[in-house]
Each structure stands twice: as structure tokens, then as C-alpha cells.
């Protein structure tokens, strides 16, 4: 097996959050050592794989 270098393609955006929720990001990236862009990657990814589906 050959190890390959993986780059992710990225985009850049402009989102408007509410203060109170930027604050909390921040708060909760610093205490766990990542980028405030990768917690928001991060919970993005999981509220849309734990998005329920109409129906169910």
C-alpha cells in the first residue's frame, strides 16, 4: 500500500452569527485546543449526519 497526501478542497464564506454563539465558539475552541474554523467544521458535520429526516 502507497501513502498518499490527501488535500481537502476548502472555500472560503462569510456567515452571520449571533454574538452570544461566536463568544461560546471561541470559549469552547480555546479550552480545546483547536481553530474556531475547525470546531464549526466539526459541528456543522455532525448536525447534518445527526439530521432527522421527515418521517422518521
Known amino acids: 500500500m502507497k501513502f498518499e497526501i ?3 478542497e476548502y ?3 462569510t456567515y452571520r452569527i449571533p ?3 461566536a463568544d461560546r465558539l471561541s470559549q469552547i475552541a480555546q479550552q480545546e485546543n ?3 474554523n475547525e470546531l464549526v ?3 456543522c458535520q455532525f ?3 445527526n439530521l432527522k ?3 422518521k
Do not use: D, M, T
Open 34 to 36: 483547536i481553530s474556531v
Open 41 to 43: 467544521v466539526q459541528s
Open 11 to 13: 472555500v472560503n464564506r
Open 19 to 21: 454574538k452570544e454563539l
Open 53 to 55: 429526516k421527515e418521517g
Open 6 to 8: 490527501k488535500h481537502p
Open 47 to 49: 448536525a447534518l449526519e
